[in-house]
């Protein structure tokens, strides 16, 4: 690994020492080095512009992909959790504070509406939580009937999270 490290830092040093040479060379042997007209500094200079606005344009659009990508993750990571569905040890305000944190998490995504997120898909997230959020508001007052439910509630969430893996996979496909 160490070798390694020291072969490439080698062969750096070796392609820039040539390239100084090179250059060195050219601007000693070459009278017209520096002599530029205007026609060849304004194609560098457009050369430069839009080569430098594609790239940022490309850098800002991955990193804002990347940024959804990281909310569905936490979407994900909230609902794949066994305690979205198995309440046998929580208390009915900790039902609530996890159905509302799985719902200001798709809000983020419905409000944000990133084009390279399909719509529908959105909506079906949505109207599976609505599913979910239903059988828990139905039987909130009886958390034991609720606990007998895991089945039911376990159905809405693996569909919803079958859905963010596939909108996961189209974001960068």
Sequence with gaps: MKNRRIV?????IVILALLGAFAIYNIICNDSFFTASLANIITIAIA????FYLVQRWTDE??????FL??????????????????????KDEITMRKRDISNWIKILEDANPPYIKDEDVKFIRE??????????NH???????RKLKKDLKRPIDLMESKIVKIELDIFG
């Excluded at 490439?8 to 750096?12: A, E, G, N, S, V």
């Excluded at 991955?62 to 940024?67: C, D, P, Y």
């Design 128 to 137: 599976k939580f609505d599913e979910y959020s239903d059988i828990i508001g």
């Design 140 to 146: 909130i007052d009886d958390l034991d009937a609720l």
């Design 8 to 12: 490439k830092y080698i062969i750096l």
């Design 62 to 67: 991955r990193k804002r992909k990347e940024i």
């Design 48 to 51: 430069v512009f839009v080569s």
């Design 70 to 91: 990281s909310l569905l993750t936490k979407l994900q990571s909230v609902i794949e959790d066994e305690n979205a569905y198995n309440f046998d040890a929580q208390s």
